[in-house]
């Protein structure tokens, strides 16, 4: 499914980030954003804000905030986590 059409709260993993551009793909790596990365959608729209979570394996509680804009955010691929809505990140 695609990134903006997940809800606010949602968690997933990134499978593929769906851009061309290289330029764009740069960006969204230097943000964190990854296939595998877990991601939690904090806000829909313009820009979409999303709380990068790491990869599972990761183990931290480490956690930063992005945004994208709408059509950066329509390409992003995204794989629902099983039971991960509103999922809450130790601070």
């Known amino acids: 499914m695609l990134l903006?059409?997940?809800?606010?709260?949602?968690?997933?993993?990134?499978?593929?980030?769906?851009?061309?551009?290289p330029?764009?793909?740069?960006?969204?790596?230097?943000?964190?954003?990854?296939?595998?990365?877990?991601?939690?959608?904090?806000?829909l729209g313009e820009p979409t804000i999303l709380e990068v979570l790491g990869a599972?394996?990761?183990g931290c509680a480490c956690a930063s905030r992005i945004g994208l804009t709408k059509a950066l955010a329509s390409r992003v691929?995204?794989?629902a986590t099983a039971?991960?809505?509103?999922?809450?990140i130790a601070r």
């Open 77 to 79: 691929r995204v794989a």
């Open 83 to 88: 039971g991960a809505a509103g999922a809450e």
């Open 4 to 21: 903006n059409a997940m809800k606010a709260g949602e968690v997933s993993h990134v499978s593929s980030l769906g851009v061309d551009d």
């Open 23 to 43: 330029g764009d793909a740069a960006l969204l790596r230097a943000m964190g954003l990854r296939p595998g990365i877990r991601v939690r959608v904090v806000r």
């Open 56 to 58: 599972e394996a990761c």
